[in-house]
Every structure is written in C-alpha cells, then in structure tokens.
C-alpha cells in the first residue's frame, strides 16, 4: 500500500459509520466498544470503553486464563479427569448437562468454554483450581488487578448474573490480549467452532467467526442485563487486531458491529503503517484518527481507568497516578436499567 492509494476520506467515513452504528441506539444499557492493533499496541478506536458493564460469558476469558496458566505451571494436563460437583451440574444454562459424579477433561472444559459457554464446565475449571467456585474468583480478581483490570471485579467464573461482577471493554481487551501473549500455546482453542463431546457434536456461538476473513477467536457473551457482547481478534498480512463490544441490542446486531470496527480497524493500521513508512505527516482526517491513537493496556504499561468506580477500591501510588491522568474520564458505574435487572434472572445464557 502507498500513501497514494490511501484515501483519507474513505477512512474516516468507515470509522464514523461504525461510531454511528454503536451510539444510534445509545439509550440501551451498556453499549460500548473498543479496537485495538495489537501489532503497535494502539487503540484505533473506542467508545465507552471505561464505562462498566456486566461482562457475562466474557468472564470466562479470565477463568481460562487461570486455566491455561495451571496448564503451564505444571499442576494439571489436558488429560486430568475433573470431578463434576452438584453445585456445578445445577448451573442454569448454557451448559453441557453434566451430571453430579461425572468427571470431564481439562482439555474438553477449555473446548466447552469456548465454543458452547459451558456454565456447569467454567464451575467444574474453578472448583478445582480454587477448591470452591469462591476461592477461584479472589485468584480471578488478583490476576485481574496484575493485569491492571482496574474497573473489573469477578465474583464467578462463568459470568451469570451477579451484581459483583462486572468489566469494562477496555479491562476486557486487555484481558482478550493477554491470553494470546502469555499462552500462545493454547490460543488455538480460541478458534474452536465445535467439539466432540460423549458422542454428540456441540456447536459454538462465535458464528461472525465463520464469516470474517482472518477472524480466528475469541468469545462470545449474553445475559438479559448486558447485551450481547463479543470479543475478537482477526489477521489479515501478518498484522492482528482485538475488539470488543458489549452491549448490542441482537447478536446479529452486535456481530454486525464487530464486523464494521475490525474493517475500520484495518483500514486505518494498513493507513498508519504508510504513513510512517513515507515519513509524511498526515493530514485531513487521517491526521485526527493518528493524532487520537493511544498506548493499549497490558501487563507492562498500565491501561487502567483512573477514576475509582464507586465499589471498587485502588491502592498505593500506581492507582493514584491513575486516577490523576484520567481525571476528566466519566467512569459511572451503569450496569443496567432497572428493566435489565429484573429481566436477569429470568432470561440469561449465552447466544
């Protein structure tokens, strides 16, 4: 790509499409994205990324996480047999109808996290890395602030309604990039669309996986009180984005969106890249889009909002430092209206 063929207006046009895509119906609950190039770690774009929501099956990132990690210390193999409790049979949907007594492999409780939402599978991974599903979300919450998820708080380890567990996109990308950079191992999963399981096909969710060119993982997510969300990642010519959104009215919708972002994504990477590689400054829109480009949040260089969400506590110089930088960022905590929360517990699950 030369910077001749580089359309500054065509460029800007992509990424006001998909901003008017996202706030068009910003009186629902909840709406947020982010997009991210991994390559240079910038964000290209985002809207409410700060702003805390529930995360719903996106938690289960975290709970791989945790998993992937006891895979790579040592104290479990994809082979373990995990033994399957009453509390984690009665998980309510989706789920793959475990039975109390049964076990199930590590390697099928990644697959069935990832592709069907397992719930009953995601409390099965906690139980037995935490030794209760409770104790796996304080190793949840301190990996989570080792990350730097400061707007994020887990209270289970697979997403269903709960006041006490909460994220932002931004926490949530994050979380979505720190998966594939410390177990690019196991980033393979994260492709997964189906699985074998006692005989019988389960199907994923992750269906706008199966459309968009270079789109090889990663999540999906949904309760009646956040939306339908989705974290992805794509490639296209050895480069990589992640996304995020949450809060979408239909997961065709939110898919929809997905698809619109990583385009606009790409576009203004590809842009970025000639643009540098001339050594010309940009000019006109392209100008705006570079100049709002911001460092990306990951383990090293800490991403966190500032401001300290009302039921979330920061300590020592780091999160001071935080707080200061981001001063003006509006970071309310406004989880759902009160229609969501009383539609929580009676429709819920993954798409």
Known sequence: MTTESFSPSRLGALWVVALLWLVASVAHAGQ???VVDATTGRVLGQVNADEQNYPASLTKMMTLYLTFRELKAGRLTLEDNLPVSRWASNRQPS?????PGQNISVENCILAMVTKSANDAAT????SIGGSEAGFADMMNAQAALLGMAGTHFDNASGLPDPKNYSTARDLLTLAMAL???FPQYAHYFSATEFTFEGRVVHGHNHLMERYEGMDGLKTGYIAASGFNLASTAVRDDHRLFAVVLGGRTAAKR?????SLLDAGFEQ??????L???GQPATGVAHRVLAALSPIANAEADPAPA???RHAKHHGKAATARRSSHRASHHTVKLADRKARRAATAKNGDD
Do not use: C, H, T
């Open 124 to 127: 099965v991974a906690a139980e």
């Open 276 to 278: 540098a590689a001339a």
């Open 180 to 182: 594939y950079r410390d």
């Open 307 to 309: 401001s300290v969400p």
């Open 32 to 34: 947020a994205a982010i």
């Open 95 to 99: 789920k793959l109808g475990l039975r």
């Open 269 to 274: 990477a590809d842009a970025a890249a000639a």
């Open 255 to 259: 898919d929809q969106l997905m698809a």
